[in-house]
């Protein structure tokens, strides 16, 4: 993998102005992705509320003959839809978020085919996970009503504490309201802590290979410290989304009131609400690429942060293919199996460049020159020296070699030069 995108640290606004434009780009496939999830949800949504409106009549009218079957019919898609909408969607949104990874990293195009082919691979990891996400959106909930049961109850002592001490009625409104702002503010952000720790459970998933265990303990360590980003990126998202759900719905209410027919009264119609659960799924479904998108550039913001990965690609672009993991450590020989010709040892790598532990290897050992002493002596007539056996002999200190490191000692050295050892 060579050419990699530049990262650096973004603040929340880089963050999500960066997602608005790679949404931009990207605007056909990345709607078309999302379409399928947002289809079935309002197929769904559609058959429970038709199905539980129709029960509803079906009962309340006692000359209309009892239960209908269709109603009921109706009534059960809709119940057992929903965990098949919930896992498309998170399916698509995991699939998604690696096409989209691999757009921003290593500038792959984002295709319908793509998505779902990664997503395809990893299917027995995400239904895993989408068991774990159900179990965390249970345990938001049932926090959230613990919460809200808790703020109910302290709204009713206070008010029947103020009714009853005599105490102005405006100082136990305003005490009513502070007291309500700050239970709120404290539930939204215990919920904005929990999101914060799961939200990357699909990037770490997808883009790191690892299994739906596995990738929630790490979504919850790289998802620390968060609530606040994760906040703000869910915020505007939901503004964007209001935004497109008010700019479908006005000429609609404008034209029932150029009508002079009543908007309330219509919403509360069959026909009424199809057409305002449509203009809700339309709006989520434009709105919801951008959410995606800027989880994925949050979650390569955080691997910047905390864990310098901008150094790590750039390790890569320099030496290409380069992936740094220690090997199992081997037991090593002793330093005097050089000298007696044995293999040199196996050193460990304990460094990404490789060179933990590294030993030179033992150069070769210069042949020594012989002179003759018969060279240096002086000869009888003849010029033959006067004993042949003394053409062996040799002169000088004699060349040794260190018994530690192999290097060549210089004459007349106790020491080694290169390790100290003593010889």
């Not at 399928?36 to 949800?41: D, E, N």
């Not at 702002?181 to 919920?191: N, S």
């Not at 799961?198 to 770490?204: D, E, T």
């Not at 009131?257 to 919403?267: A, C, G, K, M």
Request: charged share 10%; glycine share 10%.
């Amino acid at each position: 993998m060579a050419n990699f995108t530049i990262l650096e640290p973004m603040s929340t606004g880089d963050v999500i102005d960066r997602a608005v434009r790679l949404y931009r780009r990207n605007f056909t496939p990345l709607v078309a992705i999302v379409a399928v999830p947002s289809i079935i949800g309002y197929l769904t949504g559609l058959a429970f509320t038709t199905g539980y409106a129709k029960l509803l009549t079906s009962v309340a009218s006692p000359g209309s003959g009892g239960m209908e079957g269709s109603a009921l019919l109706l009534f059960i898609l809709g119940l057992m839809g929903y965990p098949v909408w919930f896992f498309v969607q998170v399916f698509t949104i995991t699939g998604l978020s690696r096409v989209v990874g691999d757009n921003l990293m290593i500038g792959e195009a984002i295709t319908f085919r793509r998505c779902f082919s990664a997503a395809r691979q990893r299917l027995g990891d995400i239904v895993l996970m989408a068991l774990l996400m159900f179990g965390v959106l249970f345990l938001i909930g049932a926090v959230g009503s613990v919460i809200f049961f808790a703020v109910f109850m302290v709204v009713a002592l206070v008010i029947g504490v103020s009714a009853t001490a005599g105490m102005p009625q405006w100082l136990g409104v305003a005490l009513l309201i502070i007291f309500s702002l700050l239970a709120v503010a404290a539930g939204v952000a215990l919920v904005l802590i929990v999101a914060a720790r799961v939200v990357f459970l699909p990037q770490v998933l997808m883009i790191e290979g690892m299994s739906a265990g596995s990738s929630l303990g790490r979504s919850i360590s790289l998802g620390q410290g968060n609530w606040y980003r994760v906040g703000a990126i869910l915020l505007f998202t939901y503004f964007v989304s209001l935004s497109l759900l008010a700019a479908l719905t006005l000429p609609v209410i404008l034209g029932l009131e150029w009508f002079s027919l009543s908007s309330v009264e219509f919403v509360l119609t069959p026909a009424g609400g199809a057409i305002y659960s449509a203009f809700n799924h339309i709006a989520n479904l434009l709105s919801l690429p951008i959410w995606i998108v800027s989880f994925t550039l949050l979650y390569f913001d955080n691997r910047v942060r905390k864990e310098g990965y901008d150094m790590e690609l750039l390790a890569r672009e320099v030496a290409p293919g380069f992936r740094w993991q220690a090997p199992m450590p081997q037991p090593a020989q002793p330093y005097g199996a050089f000298a007696s010709g044995a293999a040199p040892r196996v050193f460990m790598q304990t460094g990404p460049l490789g060179l933990g532990g590294y030993v030179p290897p033992r150069p070769e050992p210069r042949p020594t020159t012989a002179t003759p002493i018969s060279s240096l002596e002086p000869q009888p007539p003849g010029g033959s020296p006067t004993a042949p056996e003394h053409t062996a002999a040799v002169i000088g200190p004699a060349v040794g070699i260190c018994q530690r490191c192999g290097l060549e000692l210089q004459p007349g050295a106790r020491f080694c030069i290169r390790c100290g050892s003593q010889n």
